[in-house]
């Protein structure tokens, strides 16, 4: 049997769905919103987290961008276009360091991204003193420009990087100027 129900409280029930129905539209509209609003911010992170130079695609990857070359991966700390207070003088070429031996004068942690690269083509990469500066360690080699020298430089003023002979002198950042030697002898910048 079925239980009747005054008019008032069949409106109470009415009444009470609408709401229930509203609310749950409501949530809705407004998740949808969110969500939206997310996947259009991922949409732009992504983009900016993608970088188009020359031909190169970067793609930041943690703290550094990686851009694939030659089917290998390499990382950097900057993107070309972030390296224009960086100036560069002479002609720089990976065919240049192949089958030789390479020095670094005053290695720093930055240079490790050109000994890698470096280390791909050349016959050995060790670290030296060259004749015209002040030697710490006296049991390096002394060489000088008519080989093939990394020498880093400390430099307050601004980021140079520079030839004399077949010494490539990186002054000022030492991790902007590798970048930049890299980027250079692969092609990136010209």
Do not use: H
Request: aromatic share 12%; proline share 2%; charged share 30%.
């Amino acid at each position: 049997m079925k239980k009747i129900v005054s008019q008032y409280e069949r409106e109470k029930k009415v009444k009470k769905n609408k709401i229930i129905v509203g609310a749950v539209m409501t949530a809705l509209i407004v998740l949808s919103s969110i969500g939206y609003a997310l996947m259009s911010r991922e949409d732009y992170k992504t983009k900016k987290d993608k970088v188009e130079y020359n031909g190169f695609s970067f793609v930041k990857s943690s703290d550094f961008w990686r851009a694939t070359i030659d089917e290998k991966d390499f990382y950097f700390g900057y993107l070309p276009s972030d390296l224009n207070d960086t100036i560069i003088d002479g002609e720089y070429s990976l065919s240049d360091y192949y089958e030789e031996a390479v020095y670094f004068v005053n290695p720093s942690p930055a240079s490790s991204q050109i000994v890698s690269l470096i280390r791909s083509v050349a016959q050995r990469v060790q670290e030296a003193c060259v004749d015209d500066l002040a030697c710490a360690d006296n049991t390096l080699p002394v060489k000088n420009c008519s080989d093939n020298i990394f020498i880093y430089k400390e430099n307050d003023e601004k980021n140079i990087i520079y030839k004399r002979e077949n010494c490539v002198f990186i002054e000022g950042d030492f991790f902007k100027g590798s970048d930049k030697v890299v980027y250079k002898l692969l092609g990136v910048i010209r």
